[in-house]
């Protein structure tokens, strides 16, 4: 009815849409991360801790505790390092002074949460388990970028998709409690004690 009359020619030369252009339909792919069945086990362990804690809170389990072994892995300077240097230095020497600000706000935040919880041994898990997967997500998907010149801007949007939201999808019913500025924070927790690198 409305169709090109037959013998006619159309042509899509020199048009402009400023978005997608076609002739009949357009498919749009979506990317979606699946982060494999390792990681749908460490969301199950997540909610397994969580209940442990929620059961410590209410038995008022909260004596003294010394860290377990991985929270004081990373709760401590990694081992490798042969200069120590500060945050500010090592965002600096990435390329990322401006974060500097943000990041010295957000591990705060975060180390006066885990200074919280420090008593309940399902929090340190939890907590171990989440700096396990922050330093594990920066370093397979962020820092090789870093190490190719991507640029900060991108850089960041890999920290967002890959570290951040990620984090925020497994800690689920969030027990504990964890703000998205506090999960920055573990980024620059991690950052500070030489565990994760920005150049």
């Not at 969580?50 to 008022?60: F, K, T, V």
């Not at 960041?156 to 570290?163: D, F, G, I, Q």
């Amino acid at each position: 009815m409305f169709g090109v009359p037959p013998g006619t020619r159309t042509s899509q030369d020199d048009i402009r849409a400023g978005r997608d252009n076609a002739g009949r339909d357009i498919r749009h792919e979506t990317t979606i991360n699946n982060y494999s069945s390792r990681s749908a086990a460490w969301s199950n362990k997540l909610v397994e801790l969580g209940m442990q804690y929620l059961e410590e809170r209410a038995q008022n389990l909260g004596g003294h505790r010394p860290l377990i072994d991985k929270l004081e892995h990373y709760s401590t300077l990694a081992e490798d390092e042969v200069e120590v240097i500060g945050l500010e230095q090592k965002l600096v020497l990435g390329g990322y002074s401006s974060l500097y600000g943000f990041a010295v706000k957000t591990k705060e935040m975060f180390v006066k949460h885990l200074t919280k919880h420090q008593f309940s041994e399902a929090a340190q898990k939890m907590y171990a388990i989440l700096l396990v997967e922050t330093y594990a997500c920066f370093e397979q998907h962020v820092y090789p970028s870093i190490v190719a010149g991507l640029p900060a801007q991108q850089v960041m949007y890999l920290v967002e998709e890959h570290v951040y939201i990620y984090l925020e999808e497994k800690l689920g019913s969030n027990v504990l409690d964890l703000y998205k500025d506090e999960i920055c924070g573990m980024l620059y927790f991690l950052t500070g004690n030489c565990h994760i690198k920005w150049h």
